[in-house]
């Protein structure tokens, strides 16, 4: 287990309703409906999902990852970043489990170096890191 050697942020949210309730963070920033997806047995109401969030989140921090490897090898990433996302979800062994796809999109940065700074991000994103190991992830350059 990684032990954090010291804490630079603490994000607080509060769910309530499962699937079908709501969560908030404790700033009023994020405040969303969730609802349970089709594929899950819901009716794909009008709100989000924990997989979409979840989603949301891993692309995000994965292009902040992306940002500082490259500015520690003094590259400058194109202005047009994108990180196209999946959070799968479906049964395991013992219940359930999700897979994760990163479709990484620098621009008409050279694939070489490209994939160079893919794998370092992967290395230091924190998403990465508690995900490794623990659930299918695949990352492709697109």
């Given at each position: 287990m990684n032990v954090l050697q010291n804490v630079a942020y603490t994000a607080k949210a509060t769910a309530t309703g499962g699937r079908a309730g709501s969560a908030k963070s404790d700033d009023g920033r994020l405040d969303v409906?969730?609802?349970?997806?089709?594929?899950?047995?819901?009716?794909?109401?009008?709100?989000?999902?924990?997989?979409?969030?979840?989603?949301?989140?891993y692309a995000a921090c994965f292009i902040g990852a992306l940002k500082a490897v490259a500015g520690q090898a003094k590259i400058v990433l194109p202005s047009d970043v994108y990180i196209n996302s999946e959070v799968s979800i479906g049964a395991i062994e013992n219940g359930f489990g999700i897979a994760a796809k990163l479709a990484v999109s620098l621009g008409d940065m050279d694939k070489s170096q490209a994939q160079a700074l893919v794998d370092k991000a992967h290395q230091v994103c924190p998403y990465s890191n508690a995900t490794r190991g623990n659930i299918e992830v695949e990352i492709s350059i697109i």
């Amino acid at each position: 287990m990684n032990v954090l050697q010291n804490v630079a942020y603490t994000a607080k949210a509060t769910a309530t309703g499962g699937r079908a309730g709501s969560a908030k963070s404790d700033d009023g920033r994020l405040d969303v409906t969730l609802s349970t997806p089709k594929g899950l047995g819901g009716d794909d109401g009008q709100g989000t999902n924990p997989e979409q969030l979840f989603a949301a989140g891993y692309a995000a921090c994965f292009i902040g990852a992306l940002k500082a490897v490259a500015g520690q090898a003094k590259i400058v990433l194109p202005s047009d970043v994108y990180i196209n996302s999946e959070v799968s979800i479906g049964a395991i062994e013992n219940g359930f489990g999700i897979a994760a796809k990163l479709a990484v999109s620098l621009g008409d940065m050279d694939k070489s170096q490209a994939q160079a700074l893919v794998d370092k991000a992967h290395q230091v994103c924190p998403y990465s890191n508690a995900t490794r190991g623990n659930i299918e992830v695949e990352i492709s350059i697109i």
